[in-house]
């Protein structure tokens, strides 16, 4: 099958160069589907794995769409952890590189506020917070999400793991009536579904299943054991190979 390459997805001259500057040769499947999909408006519910390429699969369109002279919040992603959120941030910056006035900003818990509102107070366009973090900084009027066009749920099976849905639907509920809503996970149980049903329009959904997983000259099969006995079986099967 023949790959469309970045080209046929006709991005800006900018975001082209930093894709080649970072030396991505060819669009992976999920950015394939993506890209073209949040580029034309569409909402998206994406099955993604870590290593699809799922960041520059939401990231190229978010910077493509942004609006440098507007300095408001244009793009909200939303990730489990500060791990994630410095990881998304560092992607967008690399693939802003080449388009001025983009400002960038991961917000998480754990960093002092003060050096984010700071930030924020300069006008920051995309900003990739943990929800925690983010309620914060609504109640304290440090971020107002009025202007968002696009919002992105990275990992929202994990988010919903980690007990932050109520904290996500009131994120939501500060978005604007009209705007794009991208959910990335993993899997989707009906959690997920349900905020998918409450806060997307005519969602697309993409499967997209991490193919380089497995490898074929692997041969992988499981043992089922109770949880305590998990590390003497795993010893045993060592021993044993
Ligand atoms: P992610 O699934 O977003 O965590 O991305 C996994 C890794 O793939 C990251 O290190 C990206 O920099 C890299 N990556 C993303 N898109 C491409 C691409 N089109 N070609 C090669 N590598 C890529």
Redesign the pocket.
């Known amino acids: 099958m023949e790959i469309p390459s970045f080209s046929e997805l006709q991005l800006s001259p900018g975001i082209m160069k930093a894709i080649r500057d970072i030396g991505?040769?060819?669009?992976?499947p999920i950015?394939q589907q993506v890209i073209p999909l949040i580029l034309t408006g569409k909402d998206v519910a994406g099955q993604a794995y870590?290593?699809?390429?799922?960041?520059?699969a939401f990231g190229i369109p978010a910077i493509e769409l942004c609006q440098p002279t507007n300095k408001n919040v244009q793009t909200l992603v939303l990730c489990p952890s500060r791990e994630l959120a410095v990881q998304v941030g560092a992607?967008l910056n690399k693939l802003s590189m080449h388009k001025k006035g983009i400002s960038i900003l991961p917000v998480y818990g754990g960093q002092p506020i003060e050096r984010q509102i700071k930030a924020l107070s300069r006008g920051v366009q995309i900003i990739i917070g943990t929800p925690g973090r983010v309620i914060d900084h609504i109640k304290r009027g440090t971020l107002r999400l009025d202007t968002v066009s696009l919002v992105v749920l990275d990992e929202a099976d994990q988010m919903l793991d980690m007990g932050f849905r109520d904290d996500i639907e009131e994120i939501l509920s500060h978005t604007p009536a009209e705007h794009q809503t991208v959910i990335l996970s993993a899997t989707f149980p009906p959690e997920i579904l349900d905020i998918s049903r409450r806060f997307q329009k005519d969602p697309i959904d993409v499967k997209m299943v991490h193919q380089e997983l497995t490898v074929p000259q692997i041969e992988q099969y499981y043992i089922e054991v109770r949880e305590p006995a998990k590390a003497d079986t795993l010893i045993r099967v060592l021993e044993f190979y």
């Open positions: 991505y040769e060819e669009p992976t950015q870590t290593g699809t390429g799922k960041t520059a992607e």
